[in-house]
Antibody, heavy 117, light 108 residues
């Protein structure tokens, strides 16, 4: 069974840093495109970043230069290192698997990041 | 970046009625479009990919159509569990993946 379990969210002060983790089971993250998607309270979905199976990473303009996505194949785990956090980064962060051929077919339950001023 | 626009923002429908949701892309995305359902406190769930192919386990009352810039999600006969927010997403030209703003389907 495919599962994605995020952790690491919490309350952080403006300007601070936080690292999110996403533990995967039932498949290999290294063989898939994996994304982080966030959702601000009461708002829609915003794609944040992707790591390709080959290891290349790409970011939304809103987080580029502040967020870094990585993975540990031995732990089958994804990470999102976030820095210079601002109020606009307050959201539930989901890790998700990109289905080969399109569509995001598996999502974690999300982890809430709250940036306080 | 491709901008996705959904309409209406809110759709009020009675149980058993048909619901039609629209999604428009700012440029052609071919058939590289997905639809998601999200209920309060839950992660999104993939309903449709390739504009018209139902994902595994999705009931036949959900159908998708369209190509290019205009897309439709139809729920043929709304069940109580279908009241939720629905998002479209293009994956024709990414990154970035882009989502529409969502349509909330609520009970009339």
């Amino acid at each position: 069974e495919v599962q994605l379990v995020e952790s690491g969210g919490g309350l952080i002060q403006r300007g601070g840093s936080l690292r999110l983790s996403c533990a995967a089971s039932g498949f290999n993250v290294s063989s898939n495109y994996m994304s982080w998607v966030r959702q601000a309270p009461g708002k829609g979905l915003e794609w944040v970043s992707v790591i390709y199976s080959g290891g290349s990473t790409y970011y939304a303009a809103s987080v580029k230069g502040r967020f870094t996505m990585s993975r540990d194949n031995s732990k089958n785990t994804l990470y999102l290192q976030m820095s210079s956090l601002g109020a606009e980064d307050t959201a539930v962060y989901y890790c998700a698997r990109e289905r080969y051929g399109g569509g995001t077919d598996y999502w974690g339950q999300g982890t809430l990041v709250t940036v306080s001023s | 970046e491709i901008v996705m626009t959904q309409s209406p923002a809110t759709l009020s429908v009675s149980p058993g009625e048909r619901a039609t949701l629209s999604c428009r892309a700012s440029q052609s995305v071919s058939s590289n479009l997905a639809w998601y359902q999200q209920k309060p406190g839950q992660a999104p769930r993939l309903l449709i990919y390739g504009a018209s192919t139902r994902a595994t386990g999705i009931p036949a009352r959900f159908s998708g159509s369209g190509s290019g810039t205009e897309f439709t999600l139809t729920i043929s006969s709304l069940q109580s569990e279908d009241f939720a927010v629905y998002y479209c997403q293009q994956y024709n030209n990414w990154p970035p993946l882009t989502f529409g703003g969502g349509t909330k389907v609520d009970i009339k």
